[in-house]
């Protein structure tokens, strides 16, 4: 079983940085693909950017060029470093882990991008 602990999250006006960290525990297997999606009321929930421990990264179409993930290889702590947050940004960030696809997920955390 794979627990995550996610931190990061926040208040922060439009334009502004935050940068949100995933510290997981299990096994090497469990984590392989670790990532981040998010889910604004009302909405599903999307990826957001997704990472593998040898590093091969894919990103959701909205945050790319703004968003990096990044990850030691072999490591099981991911970090999404978010940049000209936009209000659209907002909505509860989940942290997953699993081999071939996300299939564990952490508790979420609250980014809220408003003036």
């Known amino acids: 079983q794979v627990q995550l602990v996610e931190s990061g999250g926040g208040l922060v006006q439009p334009g502004g940085s935050l940068r949100l960290s995933c510290a997981a525990s299990?096994?090497?297997?469990?984590?392989?693909?670790m990532g981040w999606y998010r889910q604004a009321p009302g909405k599903q929930r999307t990826l957001v950017a997704q990472?593998?421990?040898?590093?091969?990264?894919e990103y959701g179409d909205s945050v790319k060029g703004r968003f990096t993930i990044s990850r030691e290889k072999g490591a099981k702590t991911v970090y999404l470093q978010m940049n000209s947050l936009k209000p659209e940004d907002t909505a509860v960030y989940y942290c997953?882990?699993?081999?071939?696809?996300?299939?564990?997920w952490g508790q979420g955390t609250q980014v809220t991008v408003s003036s």
């Open positions: 997953g882990a699993g081999l071939g696809r996300i299939s564990s």
């Open positions: 299990g096994s090497t297997a469990s984590t392989y693909l």
């Open positions: 990472v593998t421990s040898v590093g091969i990264t």
